[in-house]
Nanobody, 121 residues
Framework: QVQPVESGGGLVQAGGSLRLSCAAS????????MGWFRQAPGKEREFVAA????????NYADSFKGRFTISRDNAKRTVYLQMNSLKPEDTAVYYC??????????????WGKGTLVTVSS
C-alpha cells in the first residue's frame, strides 16, 4: 500500500507558477504509477498527468500538455507537478494518487488528502 501526501499548494497570481510535491510512502513503490488529479469548485475530479517510477514515462491529459509538467525523484520518493502560466480556472484542490493499474488509463487506487491551489486574477 502507498500513502501519498501532497504539499506546495497556495495562492498565486495569474500567469505565475507553482510546483506541487507528492511524497509517497510504502515498501513496493516501484510497482505503482503516480498521478495528479484536480477538482475545481462545483466540478468533477479530472485527471491531469501520471508517471512511472521506472523510466519516468508520462501521460498527460491533453488540456494540460505544455503548461504542466510531471516529474519524479526516485531517491526522495517524491513526484512533482510543475504548473506554469496559471489561470484563475486552474483554481482547484489538487490530489496525488497511486495506482498499480494502467498509466494510459490512470484512475488512482490510493489518494492523498489534496492541496489547494488558488489563482487570483
Amino acid at each position: 500500500q502507498v500513502q501519498p501526501v501532497e504539499s506546495g499548494g497556495g495562492l498565486v497570481q495569474a500567469g505565475g507558477s507553482l510546483r506541487l510535491s507528492c511524497a509517497a510512502s510504502g515498501r513496493t513503490l516501484s510497482t505503482y504509477r503516480m498521478g495528479w488529479f484536480r477538482q475545481a469548485p462545483g466540478k468533477e475530479r479530472e485527471f491531469v498527468a501520471a508517471i512511472t517510477w521506472a523510466g519516468g514515462i508520462t501521460n498527460y491529459a491533453d488540456s494540460f500538455k505544455g503548461r504542466f509538467t510531471i516529474s519524479r525523484d526516485n531517491a526522495k520518493r517524491t513526484v512533482y507537478l510543475q504548473m506554469n502560466s496559471l489561470k484563475p480556472e486552474d483554481t482547484a484542490v489538487y490530489y496525488c494518487a497511486a495506482s498499480t493499474g494502467s498509466l494510459r488509463d490512470f484512475r488512482g487506487d490510493y489518494w492523498g488528502k489534496g492541496t489547494l491551489v488558488t489563482v487570483s486574477s
